[in-house]
T-cell receptor, first 112, second 114 residues
Framework: GENVEQHPSTLSVQEGDSAVIKCTYS??????FPWYKQELGKRPQLIID?????GEKKDQRIAVTLNKTAKHFSLHITETQPEDSAVYFC???????????FGTGTSLTVIP | NAGVTQTPKFQVLKTGQSMTLQCAQD?????MSWYRQDPGMGLRLIHY???????DQGEVPNGYNVSRSTTEDFPLRLLSAAPSQTSVYFC?????????????FGPGTRLLVL
């Protein structure tokens, strides 16, 4: 099955700086890559996603890039704010199965 | 729409007890799934369903049963709880099983097995 690796596991940035979280996947058949934000004690919530026919997608301060050749995708958060502090999960879903595979999460702390 | 709902929010069990975690969605979603979330391990798929009457195993199915008699409901059963099943359980759903469909999560059930 698919294997999704996520780095780093923890990340601290100063308010206003950028944060980058990277994920790699193993199954070249994967074609959908969502990112979820999970605040403490809450459910994961989708913040952005990208499909394999797109290289980059932006939504205000959040962007995701996908490199299909290298099988990696990244989440970029610019102008970070304290409310961006949370755990972020990447995931991959393949065309050959009905399963989502999640990374192990990145705990982001934005220092005011 | 209430979205994806789960009950109970919190449960304490003794080893060997059984219980059912409830999950329901009112969005007419065909695809439903159960995950467990443990520290440092992300979300791991337990079981999933692509429609009423159809279920399949995920990454960590042992010790859990599911059924899907209606589109709306997807209960998860623990037949004989073990301390290793202490975790936070999330139910999720998406409109279909197509790979690009967004998945929405319920609020979670925190389970403690003593």
């Amino acid at each position: 099955g698919e294997n999704v690796e996520q780095h780093p596991s923890t990340l601290s940035v100063q308010e206003g700086d950028s944060a980058v979280i990277k994920c790699t996947y193993s199954d070249s058949a994967s074609n959908y890559f969502p990112w979820y934000k999970q605040e403490l004690g809450k459910r994961p919530q989708l913040i952005i996603d990208i499909r394999s026919n797109v290289g980059e997608k932006k939504d205000q301060r959040i962007a995701v890039t996908l490199n299909k050749t290298a099988k990696h995708f990244s989440l970029h958060i610019t102008e970070t704010q304290p409310e961006d502090s949370a755990v972020y999960f990447c995931a991959a879903r393949t065309t050959t199965g009905n399963q989502f595979y999640f990374g192990t999460g990145t705990s982001l702390t934005v220092i005011p | 729409n209430a979205g994806v709902t789960q009950t109970p929010k919190f449960q304490v069990l003794k080893t060997g007890q059984s219980m059912t975690l409830q999950c329901a969605q009112d969005m007419n979603h065909e695809y439903m799934s159960w995950y467990r979330q443990d520290p440092g391990m992300g979300l791991r798929l337990i079981h999933y369903s692509v429609g009423a009457g159809i279920t399949d195993q995920g990454e960590v199915p042992n010790g859990y049963n599911v059924s899907r008699s209606t589109t709306e409901d997807f209960p998860l059963r623990l037949l004989s709880a073990a301390p290793s099943q202490t975790s936070v359980y999330f139910c999720a759903s998406s409109y279909s099983a197509l790979p690009q469909e967004t998945q929405y999560f319920g609020p979670g059930t925190r389970l403690l097995v003593l």
